[in-house]
């Protein structure tokens, strides 16, 4: 139990253009999920909460406008990384637990690593 | 992860025992978590405890924490080839958000 899967695992795109990442729990309904941006060998950050049928709550420092996302049902929980720049370039993964503002167990995704050329 | 401090690399002989350190800072945390991240791949959560346990114990798996000193380990018992991947201690707040360390690189030596 409690798979949460990411799509695309890898993505390479132009300077510019914009990319979505999908985030799906499997086997349970995920009220709350996480978006985190972890570079090379360093630690995972938060970049955002999500709550199912609300506007996320973004961490300080992360901009809103530019990582669009959006918690439309229990299961999907999407990240827009729009106008896409080479410093963007990194590894996403998602987190979801069962509750409300994150009560339970985060479980992760495997990744997705997004490459801005 | 400036609130999570891990040692960044462990090596360790196959058979033997692998001890990982994490400090944090925070008092109030609930939950303390290890996961575990192979490369390229996502966390796998390998074991949490709460906070006003002092052992926890899964198979292969011991979790020790001194709340006083606000250290937490990781045990692993016969480390195997399997073993090896990047573990990261992360402490749940009181507004249910994850502080990870940096994370420690264990490689596991035949």
Redesign the interface.
């Known amino acids: 139990g409690a798979v949460?899967s990411?799509h695309p695992s890898r993505v390479i795109c132009k300077s510019g253009t914009s990319v979505k990442i999908e985030c799906r729990s499997l086997d349970f309904q995920a009220t709350?999920m996480?978006w985190y941006r972890q570079f090379p060998?360093?630690?995972?950050m938060?970049m955002a909460?999500s709550n199912e049928g609300s506007k996320a709550t973004y961490e300080q420092g992360v901009e809103k406008d530019k990582f669009l996302i959006n918690h439309a049902s229990l299961t999907l929980s999407t990240l827009t990384v729009t106008s896409a720049h080479p410093e963007d370039s990194s590894f996403y993964?998602c987190?979801a637990t069962s509750?409300r503002?994150?009560?339970d167990?985060?479980?992760?995704?495997?990744?997705t690593?997004l490459t801005v050329l | 992860g400036e609130d999570v401090e891990q040692s960044l690399f462990l090596s360790v002989r196959e058979g033997d025992s692998s001890v990982i350190n994490c400090t944090y800072t925070d008092s109030s945390s609930t939950y303390l978590y290890w996961y575990k991240q192979e490369p390229g791949a996502g966390l796998q959560l390998l074991t949490y405890i709460f906070s006003n346990m002092d052992m926890k114990q899964d198979q292969r798996l011991t979790v020790l924490l001194n709340k006083k000193d606000k250290h937490l380990s990781l045990r692993i018992a016969d480390t195997q080839t399997g073993d090896s991947a990047i573990y990261f201690c992360a402490e749940r707040s009181n507004d249910y958000k994850l502080s990870f360390g940096a994370g420690t690189t264990v490689t596991v030596r035949a």
């Open positions: 949460v990411q709350t996480f060998k360093k630690s995972l938060l909460t993964i987190s509750g503002a994150g009560t167990t985060q479980y992760f995704g495997p990744g690593r």
